[in-house]
């Protein structure tokens, strides 16, 4: 529900960036809690992790809406295969480092610090993307 909700205000408003930053930093923040407070809290953890989930699939429509508005005509079908390509291996190697992490500590600790950390840089990321200007589109 809050997939649909979120794409139909970027699209009502017509500012993506709004609708894809603070989501994955909510995301953020819910993982890192959730690593903060640890197993004594399950159900809290529980509920953190459910938001942080819930904020990290909420931004995919925007997010793909964004693409064609930040870059020339000739080249968005290209990057949108490439930032698709670069999304299965980061979920490839994401989830092999997740393991890993699990692996050598034992407990999911460091690996919700990790999604906190990667989250937190995609947020940086996003909010420092500027568009081409209107004299390089196709």
């Not at 529980?46 to 995919?60: F, N, Q, R, S």
């Not at 299965?88 to 990790?114: D, E, K, R």
Request: aromatic content about 14%.
């Amino acid at each position: 529900m809050l997939i649909l909700t979120v794409s139909w205000l970027s699209d009502k408003m017509q500012n993506r960036k709004l609708f894809i930053w603070p989501l994955l930093l909510i995301a953020s923040l819910a993982f890192f809690t959730s690593y903060a407070i640890g197993a004594q809290h399950f159900w809290v953890s529980y509920a953190l992790l459910v938001v942080a989930a819930a904020c990290m699939y909420a931004p995919y429509g925007p997010f793909f809406a964004l693409i064609p508005e930040l870059l020339p005509k000739n080249v968005f079908g290209v990057s949108i295969g490439l930032i698709n390509s670069f999304g299965a291996l980061g979920a490839f190697l994401g989830a092999w480092l997740v393991g890993y992490l699990n692996g050598i500590t034992g407990n999911p600790s460091m690996s919700y610090s990790f999604m906190a950390v990667a989250l937190l840089l995609s947020v940086v990321l996003t909010i420092t993307v500027k568009a081409l200007g209107s004299e390089n589109k196709a």
